[in-house]
């Protein structure tokens, strides 16, 4: 089954939000009644740090056409999560670059627990790169 | 009854949609959302509510557990933050493990920021990717520590003090560490404190007063804490008391000397002395079930140069002059400060505060203080007020980017002070006073400022004396930090949970903040920390025994061949390798500490085996939600 979010080739955006910072933040975007795209959806993580770098290309692979991590940051309340996701997710643009994914459509950026401004602009601008780029084509590495 | 737990192999999920009145239901087709939602694999009924947190919404679920037809719950309605608790406890007093609950957020992440069909098909997405993983969650209890009766405060400003005095009056056992001779903090620095105007005195020394004649409460002057270990309930603190050897401590111990004082009293600038220092180092060890931080805050020191300072006598930091004021009698006239009459003093706000990037110079580690200390502009007005009435003569210059006067009761010190003929000067960041060295006249500085109260008028002005309004930077509590491995936000301040939710607690369960560690507060605000933190401690601690969440990690022993890759991601060394035994033979194995383990998942990416997942947050169930949105 697809919805129209699919069928029309919208594309879905997956958002890890972190439940600390960005998921208060995505609330907070929701109580000003600020609209985005719907094809976003919004997953609580404690701290995104605990996916390893598959998790990210098999969501490729499945068909979400962008990922965008919403972490705490510099303000994560898990003592050196930040500093290992940011390096890990490095590890995954290399892999993605390998698998032609275009690494513009995985993006790490903090957002707060009253960053609306910030978040509307991270979903609108991946919303924008997903439909210009179109599904993602998951090649195997050679 | 039906046993709804584990037992049960095949799940048999719940799931109730809330109409929230109309929050939901305006924009979301709710039946339809349950119409969608029965024809999930996994799904034994779907119902909808007007309200699912009332009584009857509640009782909806209950029911459906008692007669056995579920064994998981999905409640599509507001935040989680709003009612994942209430419905835990519903699932929970029905008789079923509460952690076999998941949230699916259609309110503030759908029905408020999305409209019409696409709010409909997102809703069911969503109560998709919540069955998916509701399928897969396992009944989970929540971890139980034995806890000792006892708390650390350490820091004896007045957050430590007032923290400590309040855990003993709830039967808790205290130890009360600080570093210095004295009791007090920053605030013992004080002459009258704003907006009260109440002596600083009165303040600290009965409160300093009741600590050290509480029974319930050990005070350690002179003292660090030096080595750490252990977990909520049960911390293991090293304390070192050593002679002082600080030249900040070592001159406030020549005045206590001078003064002729005894144990037991208070001196203004050097604060409340309740023991000798001692003449050798000793250490101790101490139990303890919960550690309040209240290690507090330092003063900016302004660069050389930075407005004249250091190179001008005359360019002083603001608690210097509030002693230096302390300690003249109010006699009318003009104020005279070392022999020399201060005809006209300009005061500098924002000296170390609301650092620009590119604009102001960071500090040998490359810091900026981008925050507002918050506390400065109210102290600023308090000094210029008390000069005013206690010295006509003295004109009073204040230049400052913003008046923030903030709190309850300050705004009218704003006023005071304009009625007292304070003038005021408004600067942009860009075009800061300058202090320099006047060439001649009556004055040996002059302040130029290009005034925008007056339209970008540029003002000189000749002063006797510039009182630089220093911000707040936290204490130098590295070691601290890195022992405890404690979280610090990028302004260099212990970093809370949550700023709102949770904002006296530590993500290192267990350890609670209270002032000015944690950011710039007046001293109501520290102490309303101070007092939130002791109770957090206290029904922490009180029932002997502490729960923890069980979202921690969880070893698959059958996966775990012992690589060892886990222990050395976990940032708070929760996991070790002990020995075990597979098939007969001996094979290390990786064992998670579940009261250490702060339940980042770090682990769960590192181990090459998939051996290890966070209780409750598995990467299984994650990957099952992202199948289920794929395929709505
Ligand atoms: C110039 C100025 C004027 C002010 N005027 C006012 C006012 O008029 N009204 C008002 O409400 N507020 C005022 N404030 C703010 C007030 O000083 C603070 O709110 C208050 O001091 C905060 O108390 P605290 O206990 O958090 O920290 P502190 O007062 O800084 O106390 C912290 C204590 O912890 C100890 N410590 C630090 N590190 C360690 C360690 N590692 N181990 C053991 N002990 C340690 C320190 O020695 C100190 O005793 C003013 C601040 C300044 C700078
Ligand atoms: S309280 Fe006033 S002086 Fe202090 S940093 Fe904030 S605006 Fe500047």
Not at chain 1, 31 to 56: D, G
Not at chain 2, 288 to 312: C, D, H, L, M, S
Not at chain 2, 416 to 437: G, I, K, N, Q
Request: some cysteine; proline content about 6%.
């Amino acid at each position: 089954m697809a919805n129209d979010a699919t069928r029309s080739g919208k594309g879905k955006i997956l958002i890890l939000a972190t439940e600390s910072c960005a998921y208060p933040g995505a609330n907070s975007v929701g109580q000003a009644h600020s609209s985005y795209p719907a094809n976003t959806y919004i997953l609580r993580v404690r701290a995104p740090v605990l996916f390893p770098e598959k998790f990210y290309l098999d969501c490729f692979k499945k068909g979400i056409s962008g990922i965008i991590i919403m972490s705490c940051g510099e303000e994560c309340p898990y003592e050196g999560a930040y500093h290992a996701l940011a390096k890990r997710i490095d590890r995954v643009f290399q892999m993605m670059k390998a698998h032609n994914l275009d690494i513009r459509r995985l993006r790490l950026t903090s957002i707060c627990t009253v960053c609306n401004r910030a978040f509307l602009k991270e979903v609108n601008d991946m919303n924008a790169l997903i439909q210009e780029l179109g599904p993602p084509e998951f090649k195997e590495a050679a | 009854m039906a046993d709804n737990n584990q037992k049960d192999p095949e799940p048999k999920v719940g799931v109730y949609i809330c109409h929230c009145g109309g929050n939901i239901s305006d924009h979301v087709d709710v039946a339809k959302v349950a119409q969608e939602a029965e024809k999930l694999t996994g799904v034994s009924v779907a119902h909808t509510n007007m309200f699912m947190c009332s009584d009857p919404g509640q009782e909806l679920i209950q029911k459906d557990i008692k007669d056995g037809k579920i064994n998981r719950v999905v409640v599509a309605s507001c935040a989680p933050s709003l009612h994942e608790l209430t419905f835990r406890s519903a699932i929970k007093r029905a008789g079923m493990n509460p952690y076999l609950y998941d949230h699916a957020n259609i309110r503030e992440q759908d029905s408020w920021v999305h409209h019409g069909d696409p709010a409909t098909e997102k809703a069911v997405a969503l109560v998709a990717a919540a069955v998916s993983k509701a399928r897969h969650l396992e009944p989970l209890e929540p971890i139980r520590v034995d806890a000792r009766n006892h708390a650390t405060v350490i820091g004896g400003g007045v957050a430590g003090l007032r923290a400590a005095l309040d855990l003993s009056r709830r039967g808790i056992q205290v130890a009360l560490v600080e570093k210095s001779p004295f009791l007090g903090g920053r605030v013992a620095h004080l002459n009258r404190v704003n907006p009260t105007g109440e002596k600083a005195a009165d303040l600290i020394r009965p409160l300093a007063e009741a600590v050290c004649n509480d029974a319930g409460i050990q005070v350690y002057t002179c003292s660090r804490v030096v080595r750490f270990e252990g977990y909520v309930g049960n911390f293991k603190l090293g304390l070192k008391r050593q002679p002082p050897e600080t030249p900040e401590d070592l001159a406030k111990l020549e005045k206590w000397a001078e003064s002729g004082k005894k144990e037991g009293d208070y001196l203004p600038f050097a604060g409340y002395y309740p023991q000798k220092v001692p003449n050798t180092a000793e250490e101790t060890e101490i139990s303890t079930g919960a550690i309040v931080f209240a290690t507090g805050f330092k003063t900016y020191e302004p660069r050389k140069g930075e407005f004249g300072f250091q190179e001008n006598p005359e360019v002083i930091p603001l608690p210097a002059f509030i002693e230096a004021v302390a300690k003249e009698k109010p006699k009318g006239g003009t104020l005279t400060l070392n022999g020399r009459p201060i005809r006209r003093v300009a005061f500098i706000h924002c000296v170390g505060s609301r650092q620009i990037p590119g604009l102001h110079e960071p500090d040998d580690q490359g810091n900026l203080n981008e925050y507002c200390s918050r506390t400065c502009c109210s102290a600023t007005l308090q000094a210029a007020i008390e000069i005013r009435e206690a010295f006509p003569e003295t004109r009073v210059l204040e230049y400052y980017r913003d008046i923030r006067t903030y709190g309850r009761g300050q705004e009218d010190q704003y006023e005071r002070a304009a009625d007292h003929h304070v003038l005021f000067f408004r600067y942009e960041p860009e075009a800061p006073p300058v202090v320099e060295r006047a060439a001649g006249g009556t004055y040996p500085l002059t302040v130029t400022v290009k005034d925008t109260l007056t339209f970008g008028e540029t003002v000189e002005a000749g002063v006797d004396l510039v009182v630089l309004a220093v911000g707040m930077e936290p204490n130098p509590i590295q070691d601290l930090i890195e022992m405890m491995k404690l979280p610090v936000g990028a302004d260099r301040f212990l970093q809370e949970v949550h700023p709102k939710l949770r904002p006296v607690e530590l993500a290192n369960t267990g350890i609670l903040l209270a002032g000015t560690c944690q950011a710039p507060m007046d001293m109501g605000e520290a102490c309303n920390a101070a007092q939130a933190a002791a109770v957090k401690a206290a029904t922490l601690l009180s029932k002997g025994y502490v729960e923890l969440d069980p979202f921690v990690a969880k070893v698959n022993e059958e996966k775990c061949t012992g690589t060892g890759a886990c222990v050395s991601a976990c940032p708070v060394e929760a996991i070790t390798l002990k020995e075990a035994e597979h098939q007969g033979k001996k094979i290390q194995r990786a064992r998670v500490n579940p009261a250490l383990c702060t339940g980042c998942g770090i682990c769960v990416a590192e181990c090459p085996n998939n051996a290890i997942d966070v209780m409750g947050w598995t990467l299984k169930q994650y990957e099952e939600m992202v199948d289920a949105i794929v395929a709505a």
